[in-house]
């Protein structure tokens, strides 16, 4: 009797928590087609549902194919939303979505505001759910399962556990996450740039080695030339990749150079929601797939990518053990000050760059707030990690 009453309390338990997507036991991470756009939606193993990012794509102005890849889902409510950044090919189907499967629990977002209605009505839709997400914050799905899914915040308006990159520029500040669910790991991250241009700044190298190794990497700003840059992927070293493009798109996305870089790391396959509109896939390299699916069976070695009907293929996880998690935010020493420098040199560090240890003791500075007029170095070797 006790038995069957604490199965009862155990089910009402799920029930409530659980946004009943079409679980089946497994982690399911499937990245959408939106067409120019980003959008992926998580299914954990016991059933709760993660959105992150559902984007409109700017020419076909529709919500119609992620609403209704979630209705075939079976998705009736989302636990979860994370939200990169706020161009609209991230948020401009969120109103829509959100009305068909309404959020139970946090909007995760990069704080502050963004001009345009867009962005307005994202705002009115996630109302009193939006929480602004800091380094660190970390969300786990099917807490008392025996293998729980992690989701960890590694960089969010520019910055890091290492520092702020000082930059205005939308796609610099989006939201990255790492996904855990045992041997596995996939990062996602919006339109992260890894370029130090005008227009750009690299906030990929100082994140990278929080991320650390990763199985399958959700290629930032739609591959192009301004992300994914060869320090993220020397650091990150990712099996395979996974593009979310739209046909025709307007900015040659996926572009030559990204690819080039993802295909001289090693990345075993590159799988594309479309065609794009940039460099042409390589025959065995890349497939164009429509929505790509990767699934994680509880305690494997092994997951799957599956696109447009085609058998899926299977790969190693990277393992356990020898790979590194993203690593616990670290509370500095009391007194310790975030940045230091030689008043000699035209670069400044983070202050847990092994390279201070080589700053004399006359010259050394050191301050919460970034000096004016010098360079970050942003390869910084730090012991430990
Ligand atoms: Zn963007
Ligand atoms: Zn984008």
């Known amino acids: 009797m006790l038995r069957r ?16 997507g079409q679980a089946n036991g497994k982690l399911q991470i499937h990245h959408m087609d939106v067409g120019q756009g980003d959008g992926a939606v998580l299914i954990s193993p016991g059933g709760q549902v993660v959105l992150f990012d559902v984007g409109e794509d700017m020419k076909r102005k529709d919500c119609t194919m992620p609403l209704s890849y979630l209705d075939q889902l079976g998705v009736k409510q989302l636990d979860y939303l994370f939200v990169s950044h706020y161009h609209f090919d991230h948020i401009g189907c969120i ?13 995760f977002d990069r704080g502050k505001s963004y001009p345009g209605k867009t962005y307005a009505n994202y705002v009115a839709a996630v109302g009193s759910h939006r929480k602004t997400a800091a380094i660190g914050d970390v969300i786990t799905l099917d807490k008392n399962a025996a ?6 915040v590694v960089a969010v308006d520019g910055e890091s556990r290492h520092g702020q990159v000082q930059t205005s520029n939308e796609n610099d500040l989006s939201l990255a996450v790492v996904v855990s669910y045992g041997s596995f790991r996939e990062e996602i991250g919006g339109d992260l740039s890894g370029d130090n241009t005008q227009m750009y700044q ?3 190298t100082p994140v990278a080695p929080d991320v650390g190794q990763i199985d399958d990497y959700k290629v930032h700003h739609h591959c192009s030339s301004h992300s994914t840059n060869d320090a993220w992927l020397a650091s990150t070293k990712p099996t395979v990749g996974i593009i979310s493009t739209g046909d025709g798109n307007d900015y040659g996305h996926p572009t030559a150079d990204c690819l080039e870089r993802l295909h001289t790391h090693g990345l075993k396959r590159t799988y594309w929601t479309e065609h794009g509109n940039g460099e042409t896939p390589e025959a065995g390299l890349d497939v164009v797939g429509g929505n790509i699916v990767v699934e994680v069976a509880p305690g494997a070695n092994t997951y799957t990518v599956s696109y447009g009907g085609a058998a899926p293929d299977t790969y190693q996880t990277i393992g356990s053990g020898t790979s590194k998690g993203p690593t616990s935010p670290v509370t500095p020493a009391a007194g310790a000050k975030k940045y230091a420098w030689s008043s000699r040199s035209q670069v400044y560090h983070y202050a847990d760059c092994d390279f201070v240890a080589n700053i004399s003791k006359e010259n050394l500075q050191q301050s919460d707030t970034p000096p004016k007029g010098k360079h970050l170095h942003t390869n910084c070797p730090v012991g430990g990690h």
């Open 5 to 20: 009453l604490f199965g009862w309390l155990v089910l009402v338990a799920i029930s409530c928590t659980s946004g009943f």
């Open 147 to 152: 293998n729980p899914v992690v989701i960890t």
């Open 202 to 204: 690299d906030v990929e």
């Open 95 to 107: 109103p829509a979505v959100l009305q068909q499967s309404p959020l139970q629990g946090d909007a």
